[in-house]
């Protein structure tokens, strides 16, 4: 026998044609219902107020709507109130309760407004109530017949996540990067796709997927904040449980929709008819946050759901799976939040002027295969011993430099006798050669100062691009991904041999042609700025080679967010020319350019040499620590 | 029977291997570092609020073999400095320009009895750069201050009264580098509020960024050039109308420091826009 279906509704619609126009009438349109459904004993209602194209031109509609049971009329079961805009957006308020008492009679209240759009002056069009009662059930009688069937009840089977905007990096299995993650569920990209994107990109739509297509359907969702899948104390020190996102708000924040509505202080949207309902979700943008959604068709088992590790439990503590079948509240897959550092790669153009002029100024004779000391004058500062193992050329011939001092400098005369007159002039080159392409003895002509060579762009071989390998990008341990997405990001257009000095202000004039200047200091894109250079001040190049040299600096450590983009870092130089192997005596296999420049950018995320790792002085190895991967994860942006 | 014994002696012999190796690893750790003192002085005890303190370090080994210690100074970011208001905890000073020099670690060998002093123009005290934990959630902003254990306060030294400044260093360590701690006992630094002249100039330079790294470290710390020549009116207003003042001693020095520098590094940038030719 088939079962009987009560659903009953009771509807107004009211026309108000009130307001005086200088030419044509403003229509205020104003409806209002209640329904009762005896299937899935719940009781609905729906609130409208809506503008005409000329009332619409003067103001925006809003409506309160209420639910009520007559005989415990003084607080709502239900409220809402929802403001429209002029004429293309109707305000509506869905009401809804599960009290659901036969031969009670229920009403929806509305009071209809208008917001002047000018002033805001909110003005009450009307308000009105309608009831519907629900029947009595009849009194069983007794028969033989056997009992029917019941139609199974609906559950949500699903819940999983789309993108609402089309972006370059969707929605997408979250991968596996030892040992903090363990590649569960999936993950988004939340950031901007452009530089002042107008999309933003944390939005997400839930969809839970009924078992049956039935319209109408309340379901209700809930967001959570999943414990970090780390067992690393710093990372995340609160152990098993969940609320330990960074961002805000932690658990991300589920929007209330038109025709959704809140009950017992959980949010609901009703099924569409395919049978699935459909929420707004708004994830957090620190990377490695994470977060799952419940979603069932009773408010109290989804309001007794509970964060357990990364696991959701319900009233009776069993897991939550993703994929339901006889459970009440369904969950979605966790979702982890990555983010994308776009690094601007550029470097100095062809070596140029890498040498000393000058003079000797006294006549010298000198024989063969003895040493030399020449005096001699420069318009240029010469450093005491920089041109230890260089080249000076006299003459057209080339002598190996063994020392110099700030007006003299000792050579090694291998050849033949030969008299070198006062003002003869010589150019002088240092031990530079950036890539050991010169020969092995400086006195054999080839050491030129790397001229007309152009630098090359960093080594970024621990930053790959769009790597998820630890080993081949080292961000990816704190869910961050390089892209090299800049527009005309390989530029060339200068040399200096040596920088000016270690403040802000000496290196950022460096950064001739850094495009992603405007993203500096944005939360929603993240940007580096990366310069091949040549070397340090003149007093940190290694020439002499007594002399420590530096080999990458940043313009200053992120973390000092009291200049605005004063004092916050946004670049490095690498010097190329003290990395290449031949310059660094230390055989430690961090020592080398790749982990210098990572090192560098860690740099620029906040990351202090007292965390050790990567970070370390000295470098210590290929991977960042707890507590660089822990400043990661909590700046607001490199 | 027989062989559980020897398993239970063979378990009991190696948990008494790990541990006496485990008390060996310690003492000898405690060895190191209980032999080698760090010391932090200041040029002044006695400062007003607002005033530019000037820290040096010493290392001394009091012990009988050679030891290993970092001198790249807070440039090199070995250094660290901890300052706490009396009876508060302490808490990490930030510079921004502190710890970026990347290269090999400047190594010290200090042979027995021997001390080094590292009297470092940059080991400057005054603005300290603050954390911003505004986009974090209030539990994780709570964690991060906990963690960072950062200064919150745009001032080393924030108000007048009494504070202790300690430096925290490393020895070195020939496999693991800069990584056994050292801790030098703090100093007592008496902070006054200014008076009469000088709290007029300090109520004008209060909360003032750039004209604390003028009095700081000789740079205006900004690429913005109404931003510097604003600046530089201020201060020089400061100079004229308050000459005696605590803060125009450092301002008036620092000021010219800063145009020399300023002077060679435009000269500098000229000839990057416009390189000569080779000969």
Known sequence: MKKLLFVWTMTAYFILAAMASEAK?????????????????????LTITA?????????????????????????????????????????????????????????????????????????????????ITIPNLPTPTPTNTPTPTPTPTPIVTSVSFEQIYPSTMPISPNPAVAPHNPGIGLRIFPDDDVPQDPVDFRLVRVVATLSQPISNVPVYFRNFDLDDPATDPIIDPMGNAGNDNNGTPQAGQLTILNGCGVNQGIIFCPSNASGVAVI??????????????????????????NVNGIDLTNGSGQTIPTSCTTELVCRSPMLTVWRRLHIEVDSMGESIQNFILGTVTQ??????????????????????????????????????????????????????????????????????????DDGLFPGD??????????????????????????????????????????????DNSFFQANTIGDFETDLRPLFLDWDSRSTNTADEFWSVYLLGSYQHTLIEDNDPSTELATRGIVDAI???????????????????????PREIDDPSPYNNERHVVAHEVGHLFSGQHTDGGLMGSPISSTNFSSNTIRRIRALAHP | MKSKNGFLMSVTILLLTGLLTFIFANSSWQQQSSNVSLTIAADKNNIYLGEVLNLQFEFTNLGETSVKVPNNGVMGGNVEILITKKG??????????????????????????????????????????RPDYSHLNPDAAKRAGKQDNRILTDYAFPDAGTYLVKAVSCLIDELNGCSIPIESEPIEIKVNQPIGEDLEVWNRIKGNRGIAMLMQKGSLDTGNEAAKEELISQVKQIIETHPNSVYSGYLKSNLEKFKAKEAKRNEFYKNIKQPQKSQ
């Open chain 1, 445 to 490: 002509g080839t050491l030129d100062g790397d001229a007309g060579e152009d630098i090359p762009e960093p080594d970024i071989s621990l930053l790959t691009a769009n790597s998820d390998d630890p080993n081949a990008n080292v961000f990816a341990s704190a869910y961050v991904r390089p892209v090299y997405d800049f527009y005309d990001p390989r």
């Open chain 1, 558 to 580: 992120t973390g000092d967010t009291s200049g605005g983009s004063d004092g916050e870092g946004s670049g490095a130089l690498i010097f190329k020319e003290v990395l290449r």
């Open chain 2, 88 to 129: 508060e905890s302490f808490r990490k000073y930030f510079r921004s320009d502190w710890g970026r020099k990347d290269g090999e670690l400047n190594v010290l060998f200090l042979g027995p009895k021997q001390r080094h002093k590292i009297d470092d123009p940059n080991a400057t005290i005054l603005w300290n750069g």
């Open chain 1, 280 to 305: 707004e979700f708004t994830v957090t943008r620190q990377p490695g946050d994470n977060f799952a959604i419940a979603a069932g068709l009773n408010p109290t088992e989804v309001g007794a759901v």
């Open chain 1, 51 to 131: 503008l005409d194209y000329w009332a619409g031109l003067y103001y925006d509609p809003a409506v309160l709507g209420e639910l009520y049971r007559t005989d415990i009329n003084e607080t709502p079961l239900d409220s809402g109130y929802d403001v429209g805009y002029a004429d293309w957006i109707d305000a509506e308020v869905y009401l809804f309760t599960t009290n659901y008492v036969e031969g009670k009679t229920y009403c929806t209240a509305s009071t209809h407004f208008v917001i002047d759009a000018y002033t805001g002056q909110r003005t009450v069009v009307d308000a009105f109530y309608i009831c």
């Open chain 1, 363 to 436: 006549t010298v004779r000198m024989r063969a295969g003895q040493q030399y000391t020449l005096p001699i004058a420069s318009s240029q500062t010469i450093e005491e011993n920089r041109f230890e193992n260089g080249r000076i050329v006299i003459n057209y011939r080339d002598y190996e430099i063994v020392s110099n001092t700030a007006n003299t400098v000792t050579i090694d005369n291998p050849g033949q006798s030969v008299t070198i007159f006062a003002n003869t002039t010589f150019q002088m080159f240092d031990d530079d050669d950036f890539n050991d």
């Open chain 1, 25 to 45: 009438a403003q229509t205020v349109y104003m409806y209002l219902d209640v329904h009762y459904n005896s299937q899935y004993r719940y009781v609905d209602g």
